[in-house]
Nanobody, 116 residues
Framework: QVQLVESGGDLVQPGGSLRLSCAAS????????MSWYRQAPGKERELVAA????????NYADSVKGRFTISRDNAKNTVYLQMNSLKPEDAAVYYC?????????WGQGTQVTVSS
């Protein structure tokens, strides 16, 4: 079955950096686009970044452009989100998602807290 396991969330000071990872299994990872979403308390889940199956094309929410970078390693079945210059408003639970032919799948999420 499809499994997505996020890791890397932590408490970080404003201006700091984190790298999130999402390990995938149960499907042919290299053939599907992947995406990262986030959800802050009291807010709707929002798309943060997405990457095509081969990794040649990416897109980002305006709020993270120039600070976050999505990448993937198809040999390791893993997608990453490098987050730099973190702001308090980046604090949220971050989820990875894959949309397959039979439906969308989410990971359990990893908590990112940005506070001094």
């Amino acid at each position: 079955q499809v499994q997505l396991v996020e890791s890397g969330g932590d408490l970080v000071q404003p201006g700091g950096s984190l790298r999130l990872s999402c390990a995938a299994s149960g499907f042919t990872f290299s053939t599907y686009p992947m995406s990262w979403y986030r959800q802050a308390p009291g807010k709707e889940r929002e798309l943060v970044a997405a990457i095509t199956s081969a990794g040649y094309s990416t897109n980002y929410a305006d709020s993270v452009k120039g600070r976050f970078t999505i990448s993937r390693d198809n040999a390791k079945n893993t997608v990453y989100l490098q987050m730099n210059s973190l702001k308090p408003e980046d604090a949220a639970v971050y989820y990875c998602k894959v949309e397959t032919r039979v439906g969308g799948y989410w990971g359990q999420g990893t908590q990112v807290t940005v506070s001094s």
